[in-house]
């Protein structure tokens, strides 16, 4: 059994490949990936020469392309990516790392832990919610990171600002990008702020009571 690299890519600067990442991307022969155009075109800036062979992975298809995922991984080695950031996390892939018997993983960009760390909110303990299910809670002392998509950004925040009405919420928009920006939001005319295009993560603190926005110094 040959190895599954699990390889994290750029959310947005193609400097943020490391080193390792473009190696293994270079030196192995199947790539499995969701678009596989776009992730043709990063192993085209990569400088890629060699052939390869993409599999196409997606939520909706895993189960059916893993048994052809583990066929390759007989006798040869086989990187796993996402469109941008670390696989599985907000991904596909999961079910094929469960399946597969030789994982290692290529560590690089993840939008949470990105905006995590830039955002001046407690990171000594925190959740991370993904795409936000139907039934969350903000739980206090830590701080939740969220996905968002434009479309749903300002319906996500106010539902936030509506539960938790002196939460300190912090976004990070574009990350790694032209226009990326993060800061906090205020507590009027908040709304005007946010940009109705790109990407956002939403990252959300309140104190031990609801009323306690700051974390204790
Ligand atoms: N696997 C990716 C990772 O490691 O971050 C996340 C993939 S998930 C399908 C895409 C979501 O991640 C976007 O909707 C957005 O919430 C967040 N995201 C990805 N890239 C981003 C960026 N450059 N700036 C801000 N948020 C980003």
Partial sequence: MQTLYVVATPIGNLEDISLRAKRILLETPVIACEDTRHTGNLLKLLGNESPKRYISIRDFNENQVIE???????????ALVSDAGTPLISDPGFKLV?????????????????????????????LFLGFLPKKWEIRPEETTIIYESPMRILKTITEIRSRYS????????????????????????????????????????????????????
Avoid at 100 to 126: D, M
Wanted: one cysteine or more.
């Fill in 68 to 78: 052809k995922i583990l066929m390759e991984l007989e006798y040869q080695d086989v």
């Fill in 98 to 126: 469960r399946a597969a018997k030789k994982i290692v993983p290529i560590p690089g960009p993840c939008a949470a832990i990105t905006a995590l760390s830039a955002s001046g909110l407690p990171t000594n303990k925190f």
């Fill in 166 to 217: 002196k939460s300190r919420i912090v976004l990070a928009h574009e990350l790694t990008k032209i226009h990326e920006r993060i800061w906090e939001l205020g507590f009027e005319n908040w709304d005007l702020q946010i940009p109705n295009k790109g990407e956002f993560v939403i990252l959300v603190y309140r104190g031990a009571d609801s009323d306690q926005s700051y974390p204790q110094e």
